[in-house]
């Protein structure tokens, strides 16, 4: 952890879904009225398969979507009523892949990151100049600070728009599949700042792929399947092989993670229900294994 | 996160290249305005009847109250240079300044580098208004501005407005709606165009007024248009600086520029009203001049990187100098005869531009 204990926080802020439903007119793709309250200083991985409504789930939190249902709160306010400059203060996004068509350095792009603070006609103060290099800081970007963002691996890419975020000074921070794209290092890497972060008060949502991962760093899951949320708690509530096998559509194994205290998931390929004996060895707990042996 | 550094970066550290180093604002535009000043000394020097570049420079000086009255130029130079030349070097300086900047406006809005003032069927409204100008053939002047350019201005605002509207669904106005609309639209008016052209005989005999009109003419006869066109030219241009901002948040996309507190749609209409009153208020001093826009923003984005709080002031700057030297070039280098100086911006521009870009390729994402 890079020693930055100036770092002002705020402590995070609380978003919640109350009764949202939102219905693209385009694809039809509808998710169903969610209520989902994250506490300030809570993180959350939001999981489910591909188009099951994570993206907007994480949309409709952003304020980019507007619920045709209910509405979302953020610290109390409803975001309809709040100006997008309100709302960028307090919630920063960190989109999955962001290409960008001109030659921006690291440095600039994370100064963009204190757009909601500086006013249109006015340079950035030194306020703003002390939250860029914190920002840098604190993802261990400094070193890329002149260099071209085209220029970067994934990896430092991801890091590099999670500075802009973090430059933006939010007590809420959003990230749309954080990890996609990157290989284990960067991974845990991004998920070890994640709870670091956290730890200090901000509040995270995420959405995630991975499994595994979401179990080990995220402490609440919110399990979606087409557009409704059918589990909502802690990994080992969540995580169970009849749920995956409803959301997931695949049979899965859920053993206890042989180091840390929380489930760890094992797909099992077209049905295949039972493990090869030379395996037994290991002591394992599965309900799956119960169910099919 | 703290060992994010170690054993990955070494293979990347074999191709890390040296940091970027911007040039300051204050110095970069300093440049920018001091070029912009020689381009217009050269201009009004050179013509069919030659003045001292330093009797230029000291009638301009002595016409801004700045100079002692030391006067040893022949009456007939400054009035040759202030009634004539001045006004038309003026013109090309607007013209180049509000061309360029639409350029970057909309290149930063639409995210593409490709895009230029009339993408979004500009100049295909301009060019039908001034067909349909020569149509009517009448000798109406108002505030100095004839038929041709009237019509043109109104061809190309009523035209960008009305592709803003047709792109518009929902409250939103997406990005290649705003394209394909305008592209539908030129074409559409394109054939108008051609349309009035083979079907009307008094048009068939004033084509060659209309081709150099499309081929980009300045035409200026003296102050009274550039007195009506300069002050809205300059408070569009000044006022487009201020969408610096939210142009560098849009380089992110829409949706983070949104998450950074831009309204999005607000902007897109501010970005295309600024773009559409630029265009129009070039097109009554000039026909259709291309590659001012393309060129300009790319180069100087090329040298001074892509912040727009930069970028906007410094292409205005450059596109006016540009013009300035191109038509200074346009009128005397087939003189008597005047070349359409849209032929002279292409014939230099296009190479400068070439060279700048495989020089810096690497650095550049296209």
Known sequence: MPSDARSPQLGGARLRLIHTGFRYATSGFTLAPTTLDVAPGEMVALLGANGAGKSTVLRLMAGLLMPQDGWVELDGRPLARMRRREIARVLALVPQEVSVPFAFTVAELVALGRTPHVHAWRGETAADRAAVQRALAVTETLALADRFYTDLSGGERRRVMIAMALAQEPRLLLLDEPTAHLDLHYQLALLDLLRTLNRRGLTIVASMHDLNLAAMYFPRLVLLRSGTVIADGPPADVLTPARLEDAFSVRVLVQCHPVLDVPHIVPLPDGRACVPAQEEGRERRTSEEKEHA | ?366
């Open chain 2, 1 to 366: 996160m703290g060992d994010l550094e170690r054993g990955k970066p070494e293979a990347e550290a074999a191709c890390m290249r040296k940091g970027v180093r911007r040039p300051s604002a204050p110095v970069a535009l300093g440049i920018a305005g001091f070029v912009l000043l020689g381009a217009v000394v050269t201009g009004v020097a050179i013509g069919a009847v030659p003045i001292d570049p330093r009797h230029a420079a000291l009638i301009l000086l002595r016409q801004a109250g700045l100079h002692p009255a030391v006067v040893d130029w022949s009456p007939a130079e400054e009035t040759i240079l202030l009634s004539i030349r001045l006004p038309r070097v003026i013109a090309g300086a607007l013209v180049g300044a509000a061309l360029a900047t639409t350029g970057a406006l909309y290149q930063g809005i639409l995210r593409n580098p490709l895009a230029d003032p009339y993408v979004i069927g500009s100049s295909a409204g301009a060019a039908l208004g001034a067909t349909i100008a020569l149509l009517v053939g009448s000798t109406v002047t108002l505030l100095g501005f004839g038929l041709v350019p009237l019509l043109a201005s109104l061809g190309a605002l009523v035209s960008v407005l009305l592709v803003y509207s047709v792109a518009r669904v929902g409250g939103r106005v997406p990005v290649v709606s705003l394209l394909l609309a305008g592209f539908v639209a030129g074409s559409f008016m394109t054939g108008v165009m051609s349309l009035l052209i083979v079907l009307n005989d008094r048009l068939q005999l004033r084509i060659r007024q209309l081709f150099l009109w499309l081929m980009g003419g300045i035409s200026v006869s003296g102050w009274q248009q550039v007195q009506v066109v300069a002050p809205a030219t300059l408070v569009v241009l000044v006022a487009s600086f201020g969408l610096a901002r939210a142009l560098n948040a849009f380089a992110l996309g829409e949706d983070v520029a949104a998450a950074l507190g831009i309204s999005v749609e607000r902007t897109k209409l501010l970005v295309v009203l600024a773009g559409a009153a630029l265009t129009g208020l070039a097109v009554s001093l000039s026909g259709l001049i291309g590659f001012v826009g393309l060129v300009v923003p790319h180069a100087v984005r090329l040298v001074l990187g892509p912040d727009h709080r930069l970028l906007l002031p410094a292409t205005a700057l450059g596109g006016a100098a540009f013009l300035v030297l191109a038509d200074t070039l346009a009128r005397t280098l087939a003189a008597p005869s005047e070349l359409p100086v849209g032929v002279l911006t292409a014939l230099t521009g296009a190479p400068f531009f070439l060279v700048l870009l495989r020089q810096k390729k690497r650095e550049y994402a296209l």
